[in-house]
């Protein structure tokens, strides 16, 4: 039976010329939610806590309020919304077309400008933001957190700085830039510019260069950006609007011009907040030029399935492999198949398919690390999936996803590898390359 207020609009009262080049795009959001709840089964944080506040409808119903100014953005009410991943799920499950996304990242940035946190969340979300988006500052806390995680850590040690240190790698690689150019082998059937992030460069160098090594077996000359730093999806999903804007208009001044077919990413946040940019820019000069961006945007396996990829090898073993959807690839940019495609076309793979394959698993930016106890559950329920499902290998398209259920997994001492699709691929065109050669 429907209850009275269920499938009706949003009625609101919100002043939409108040709230700049958002605004529109948030009452929108608010009006399309006819409350019937069907977000709120896939939604984590609703799954974890059984708070109807954590869940999509509870969280719009609290926006709005805020919105017309009859709740502050503060207190309980931001303690909600700081709960919400951000991974879009229920985009996913919504019948109304509710853009949760378009309402969720401008509330984020008003919170972090009208409501500070207490001192030392604010420290850690500061060291944060000034730490991961670049290389070298990175690498080196990285190698200091390395250290620390050897030496035992003292109780008094608060949990997100404990859960930091757990996911920090025991060791890092080498730095290994890739060259500014990768030719393509064989006949050039495409031309790409990649975009080498962050944080992955310094946690797992070999994702950038393995996903240049399968672009080039098919054939697509890949060229590497000088000048290109972190994107900007870090900030935008934590809410600091201002470092989001300066990092995406250096991303913008990297690659607008590039006269190529697509910008290629590898990382399913960097992709998604990519092809959000004309959001970034709204109702600034940089607007027209970010939308032809974002156009051009292509998760590298949406890329490979347009172009059509050449039949890869086989691994040097046989393996059972199960794909973690990450919430930005699937949700936030609708890529599920593609991946699933790519993989299932190894010949020795057994691709098996999780219990909630794209359920979050936790990780969402800097989300592990300011709700680590929500991160850990969530951790725990992807983990449990994983071991269930027998596979020996995890598959996923976001470096953030595969630091989190690698260190799950690790936790528990199970033998599952986590790797990007990209460098399973690799290894598959590696193979039959030297098949091919005899
Ligand atoms: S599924 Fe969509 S319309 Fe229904 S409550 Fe959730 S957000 Fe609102
Ligand atoms: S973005 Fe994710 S965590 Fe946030 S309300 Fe939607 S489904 Fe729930």
Redesign the pocket.
């Known amino acids: 039976m429907r209850k009275a207020g269920e499938n009706e609009t949003?009625q609101h009262r919100i002043p939409v010329e108040e709230l700049g080049p958002a605004g529109p795009g948030m009452a929108a959001?608010i009006e399309?939610?006819?409350?019937?709840?069907?977000?709120?089964g896939t939604c984590p944080t609703y799954l974890v806590l059984g708070e109807e506040m954590d869940?999509?409808?509870g969280r719009?119903y609290l926006m709005k309020q805020v919105l017309e100014g009859e709740l502050p953005l503060s207190g309980a009410v931001a303690e909600h919304l700081d709960r919400c991943l951000g991974c879009l799920a229920?985009?996913t499950?919504?019948?109304?077309?509710?853009r949760?996304g378009e309402l969720l990242t401008p509330i984020r940035a008003r919170r972090e400008r009208e409501a500070p946190r207490p001192a030392l969340a604010r420290w850690v979300r500061a060291a944060l933001l000034a730490t991961l988006p670049y290389p070298r500052r990175f690498r080196l806390a990285a190698r200091l957190g390395a250290i620390a995680r050897r030496l035992p850590v003292p109780r008094w040690v608060p949990l997100p700085l404990r859960a930091m240190l757990e996911l920090v790698p025991e060791s890092l690689p080498p730095a290994r830039p890739l060259p500014a150019h990768i030719p393509a082998q064989g006949r050039r059937r495409a031309r790409v510019a990649l975009l080498t992030g962050c944080v992955q460069q310094v946690l797992r160098p070999e994702i950038n260069h393995a996903t240049a090594r399968v672009l080039a077996a098919n054939g697509v000359e890949v060229l590497v950006p000088p000048g290109q730093g972190c994107c900007g999806a870090l900030a935008l999903h934590a809410g600091a609007e201002e470092q989001a804007r300066d990092q995406a208009a250096r991303t913008l001044e990297a690659f607008a011009s590039l006269d190529v077919d697509a910008i290629v990413v590898n990382a399913a946040g960097c992709g998604s907040a990519m092809k959000e940019y004309h959001h970034v820019f709204a109702g600034s000069p940089h607007e027209k030029r970010a939308r032809a961006l974002a156009d051009r945007v292509r998760d590298v396996s949406e890329f490979l399935a347009e172009l059509g990829p050449l039949p890869p090898g086989p691994l040097s073993r046989p393996a059972r492999v199960a794909y973690h959807d990450a919430c930005h690839l699937a949700h936030g940019q609708g890529v599920r198949e593609a991946p699933r495609h790519l993989l299932g076309a190894i010949p020795n793979v057994d691709l098996v398919e999780l219990d909630e394959p794209d359920l979050c698993c936790g990780s969402a930016g800097i989300y592990n690390i300011e709700q680590p106890e929500v991160a850990r559950q969530l951790q725990e329920r992807k983990v449990e999936s994983i071991l269930a499902s027998g596979a020996s290998i995890v598959a996923t398209g976001n470096i953030g996803c595969l630091v989190q259920v690698a260190a799950g997994l690790r936790r528990r001492g199970a033998p599952v590898r986590v790797m990007h699709t990209m460098e399973l691929l690799a290894e598959a065109y590696a193979t039959g390359a030297a098949r091919a050669a005899g």
């Open positions: 949003m959001a399309a939610c006819v409350h019937c709840g069907f977000c709120l869940s999509p409808r719009i229920c985009v499950a919504c019948p109304s077309g509710v949760y």
